[in-house]
Every structure is written in C-alpha cells, then in structure tokens.
C-alpha cells in the first residue's frame, strides 16, 4: 500500500484510475489538477475550477490545483515535491492508458520528484472499447466536455457515456477512449462519489478546434433522497 496523489482531469481516465487505487487499498492523500488561474479552468479539459472543486468535493478528497503560469513541468514538480514532503507521498498516479510517449513523460516528472508513477489504467490500445464499457458498467455517469471538431460535431458535447455512445464512437473510427484527443469527459457521478452533481447551466462554444461544453453553474443532488442540496 502507497501513500498516492492522482493526476486529475475530472474525466473518465483519472475517475477509473482512482477506482482503481481505491480497490487496491492504496491510500489517496489528494487529487492534484493542472490550471490556468488567469482563465479560471483546468488545462486537460477547460473544466471551470469552481466546477471543478464542487467534484473534488462531491468525492470527498482535497483537491490541489497548481497554475502552470507559462511553466507547466516545472510547476508540476515543485508542488509534487511539496506534497511529497507534507503528507509523505510514495508516489502519484497517471490516467494514462496506451500513449508510450504519454508514460515517458509522466515517469519523468514522477523521477524528478522522488516519486513512483503509477499507472492503473495502462492497457493495450485494442482494449480501449473493453475499457469503456467497463466505466459505464461500474456506474460512473460521465459526458463529453470537449469534441474535436475535425472528427466529431457540436451535438456530441454534453452527450452522456452509455451503450449508445459506446455504439457511435465506434462508427467514427475513433478510438472508444477518446485517447488520440477525440473527446474528453466531466464525471458527474460514480461509485465512490458522496453525491451526484448536476449540471444547472452550460452552453456549448468553438474554442481553438474543439466542441467545447462552457459549464457555468452546478448543483449537488443527494444520492439517497434525489432531493437538492444547496
């Protein structure tokens, strides 16, 4: 058992990655997010950081975001290497899944902070589909945030992960993940959330070639009642 921080998205990749810390009983001392804080947004999926805090929350574990301010390696570093020494992490874990190039990097870094790097998801690329509808069949309810729009058009952004889209992507050729930058996710709800958040308010914009979902306000419903938690 490790003491682990997890490299966090708010998609379906880091969400299956920390299920999968959890099963194997390593102890998750934090999520750590990537920012601009002069946009206000996550850098893997443009996520608003209020927003995104609200998910840190509804899981139930802190959430550290570190703004890259033009320097996002060496950021990334030195905040590793302060948590390291507060909470006595043994390593930070990766949702990467096949990109070797992906898993250099993320080795690097890990290195240069004194820490292992683990990868819970890693897989074959031909397992992508089969990972797919394991994070549905698990209970994870997640939708598209980002589509690029040279392979995918604005209806798929805000469109739900079930069997219907596990069917559909498969018909654009993509790769079921969204690996090669396809798609990318906001999970809204799943095993180990405390409540399920719903999205209130959002519109979908072109941003720089991407179908992009602009959150801007989100309410938790509690999973036991359904009833509203302001």
């Given at each position: 058992m490790k003491k682990v921080a997890v490299s966090w998205s708010g998609g379906k990749d880091s969400c299956l990655a920390l299920y999968r810390l959890f099963q194997e009983k390593h102890e998750v001392v934090c999520l750590i997010s990537m920012v601009?804080?002069?946009d206000a947004r996550n850098h893997a999926h443009g996520i608003p950081?209020?927003?995104?805090?609200?998910?840190a929350d509804a899981i139930g574990l802190p959430l550290i975001m570190v703004d890259s301010a033009g320097e996002y390696e060496a950021s990334l570093i030195t905040s590793l290497t302060s948590i390291k020494e507060q909470f006595g992490l043994d390593a930070i874990a990766f949702g990467s899944l096949y990109m070797e190039e992906d898993r250099k990097w993320n080795e690097q870094v890990a290195e240069k902070a004194g820490l292992d790097a683990l990868f819970p998801v890693w897989i074959l690329e031909e397992q992508a589909s089969e990972l797919l509808e394991e994070f549905i069949s698990l209970g994870f309810h997640s939708i598209v945030c980002r589509a690029s729009a040279d392979i995918l058009d604005s209806t798929w952004t805000g469109r739900e992960l079930n069997t219907s889209f596990c069917e559909d992507i498969?018909?654009?050729?993509?790769?079921?993940?969204?690996?090669?930058?396809?798609y990318h996710t906001f999970v809204v709800d799943g095993p180990?959330?405390?409540?399920?958040?719903e999205?209130?308010?959002?519109?979908?914009?072109?941003?720089?070639?991407?179908?992009?979902?602009?959150?801007?306000?989100?309410?938790?419903?509690?999973?036991?009642?359904e009833a509203v938690m302001k």
């Open positions: 601009s804080e002069e950081l209020e927003i995104l805090q609200l998910q498969e018909v654009t050729k993509s790769c079921s993940m969204g690996e090669h930058g396809e180990f959330f405390g409540k399920r958040l999205i209130v308010h959002s519109d979908v914009i072109l941003n720089s070639g991407l179908w992009s979902l602009d959150i801007h306000s989100c309410r938790f419903i509690d999973k036991d009642t």
